[in-house]
């Protein structure tokens, strides 16, 4: 019988694949791009950032409705996944992803420990979204997939770098790479202080 370190091991070395297909709403002007979520058991819901200690819709919560707890049930810590894409789908967000599969190093969601085995597959992304002109990561890690991918510079915390890439059809697509904090409460920046940093890429992406 195998030790129980022997299959921690084991586990460690297993490829996981993304389990949510982009969440691209018909004429997304942004969309938002993490790299991978943490195990199911840590979901409370089957959508992109479904742990519900992590403060992504907490964020939106408070831009879009001035209320950060507006998409949270406390009493039976689930998240309201039906009112996050409608909010998504009036405002023209989409959601997605830099990474299609990885190997956790570590048993846990941090990117620290995450190694990406297939990146995402940034022309496809961008062909299904014709209108959009603003990509954003939430993280580091995220963004170093983005400016590899693009052979450009991960952009400051906060602000954007002018990107391409050269479609299938020959065609040079051209979106701006936004760099925004994580929104893992395991960084280490308070949560009025993300809020600004999303509000304002909002209202300079003219969504707000």
């Known amino acids: 019988m195998l030790s129980s370190l022997c299959l921690s091991c084991m586990d460690t070395n297993k490829t996981e ?14 969309v938002i791009c993490g790299t991978f979520p943490p195990k199911p ?5 089957d959508f992109f950032y479904p742990n519900f200690y992590n403060d992504m819709w907490r964020i939106f919560g408070l831009i ?18 039906k009112g996050i894409q409608d909010m998504l789908i009036s ?12 190997i956790r190093r570590k048993d846990n969601a941090s990117d620290k420990f995450l190694e ?17 002109a603003d990509l954003v990561t939430t ?14 510079k991960i952009p400051l915390m906060g602000e ?16 701006r790479h936004w760099r925004m904090p994580s929104t893992s409460r395991a960084y ?7 809020t600004r940093f999303y509000r304002e890429m909002l209202q300079k992406c003219g969504i707000i």
């Open 17 to 30: 694949h993304h389990p949510f297909t982009p969440f691209l709403p018909e004429g997304c002007r942004v």
């Open 91 to 102: 405002n023209k967000i989409g959601i997605g992803e830099t990474a299609t599969e990885v």
């Open 139 to 152: 993280g580091e890690k995220a963004a170093s997939v983005i400016s590899t991918i693009t052979n450009t």
């Open 64 to 81: 879009f409705f001035n209320d950060k707890e507006h998409f949270f049930d406390k009493a039976s810590k689930t998240i309201d996944k």
């Open 116 to 132: 990406i085995i297939t990146p995402v597959n940034l022309k496809g992304l961008m062909k299904k979204i014709p209108e959009c």
């Open 41 to 45: 058991e840590k979901w409370s819901m």
């Open 188 to 194: 280490p920046m308070k949560f009025e202080e993300k």
């Open 160 to 175: 954007f770098e002018d990107c391409s890439i050269m479609m299938n059809d020959g065609e040079e697509r051209k979106f």
